[in-house]
């Protein structure tokens, strides 16, 4: 799909995160990248390859912002987040 078609959808083109750029993003540990994966409280990667798995970006800032709505009490961001994931899982 071309840019053009997608900025005409009104949604950014899906860019893939691969693990260093992960942990530069959120300051978490590859260790702790994958043990809250396991533990499902991160987001699962996305098999590019035999050999390659990578994050979807928006789903990396989605959980940042989660984060900080957390941190800060701010419950009816959390709950705005919560609903809109829930909208976007199939």
Avoid: C
């Amino acid at each position: 799909m071309t840019e053009q078609r997608m900025e005409q959808r009104g949604s950014r083109p899906i860019r893939f995160l691969r693990m260093p750029e992960v942990v530069y993003r959120t300051g978490l540990s590859r260790s702790t990248i994958k043990e809250r994966v396991r533990e499902g409280s991160f987001p699962k990667p996305v098999s590019l390859g035999a050999r390659a798995r990578g994050w979807i970006e928006a789903e990396i800032e989605d959980w940042m912002r989660e984060r900080i709505a957390e941190s800060r009490g701010d419950a009816e961001a959390v709950a705005l987040l919560n609903t809109r994931k829930k909208g976007m899982r199939r």
